[in-house]
DNA sequence: GTCTATACTTCGATAGAC
DNA sequence: GTCTATCGAAGTATAGAC
């Protein structure tokens, strides 16, 4: 029955995420998620074509909401989308550190699967929001640098969420307000 | 002989970061670098011990630029620290902007490598540098979110060091000088 | 519709001949 | 120092039980 599918898919989830953060998405093998889940190999492969769609389903709530964040953007004006996409993005890897983490993990090699398709004219929009839209090189420079450097702390920082917030949207904002230095 | 031992041996490593930086670590196995140097797959496990050595052989000398590059700042007072770090570690990424890119392609699966042991320490020296040893920890994160951001835009930026060196200077400094904002 | 058994392919690595 | 042959493990694929 449907019960019975979305219970082993979403135990199978469920498993991946714990290993995939524990020993990494190479690390982890069908054989591993099979065995503690309580399945065989080809069981997994039933729910998921192939081991690579285990990892983008556990991705897929931060892309939406990734997509989320660049649609809503899109309506601010060019005063206001600094503050916006700061604090927009600050909220955002903060709310998904794992899957963040998962897809640090996994990159570059994903970058051409379907599914990172758009990521990449997503970040491009988040870019040039940090920048507030300006088309000088060095302002972009700059949001490229922090956009990668917050993800990349809230990676490997353990602080919790309360802690690290107020921190990062402070750098981001001393970094990317002009005319300060 | 020696000679050919040492041809041989450069051969592979001229292959292989060719190979790596195109299709990635994972994405080049040993039978691609022995077809494309003209041996055997075994001859490559005679001249390292394993595929991760011949990666570790390519990064070896950033790694050792890194060590430099934190010994120098330990003779720096705290007054100059700050830019001496920015200074020393924007030189340093884009003068080995492919290893760079190949340590990031390998990371987190080699961080528990015996190489890589001193590495965490290494950069929590240079985090220090650029938080101009200051104890905030707001002023900690801030020198995590530009380091792990300027490596990040030297391995994805195309545009040649000297355009972006000035421009990741200034942000990096407009970032970690305090009370601008 | 759900799952098992099993076979196929590729990969990193080893053994032993020359 | 280099080769051929082969191993074990991993990801993948499919036929068929229930």
Redesign the pocket.
Same mark, same amino acid.
């Given at each position: 029955? @449907?019960?019975?599918?979305?219970? &082993?898919?979403d135990e199978i989830l469920r498993v991946a995420a714990e290993l995939f953060t524990r020993y990494g998405f %190479?690390g &982890? @093998? +069908?054989?591993?998620i099979?065995a503690e889940v309580?399945? @065989? %190999?080809? &069981? +997994?492969?039933?729910?998921f074509?192939? %081991?690579?769609a285990i990892l983008l389903a556990l991705i897929e709530p931060a892309r939406q909401s990734l997509i989320d964040l660049v649609a809503r953007l899109a309506g601010v004006d060019d005063k206001g989308v600094r503050d916006a996409a700061i604090e927009g993005f600050v909220d955002l890897v903060l709310r998904y550190r794992r899957e963040v983490a998962l897809i640090y993990d996994v990159t570059p090699q994903f970058l051409q699967e379907p599914a990172f398709d758009r990521v990449r004219e997503l970040t491009d929009a988040l870019v040039a929001g940090f920048a507030g839209r300006s088309a000088d090189l060095a302002d972009q420079t700059a949001a490229k640098v922090l956009l990668a450097g917050i993800a990349a702390v809230v990676i490997d920082d353990k602080r919790d969420e309360g802690e690290l917030r107020p921190a990062l949207v402070v750098v981001a904002r001393r970094a990317l307000i002009p005319g300060k230095d």
């Open positions: 029955m @449907s019960v019975v599918r979305i219970r &082993t898919r %190479k &982890t @093998s +069908l054989h591993d099979a309580g399945c @065989s %190999k080809a &069981t +997994l492969l039933y729910h074509a192939h %081991k690579d």
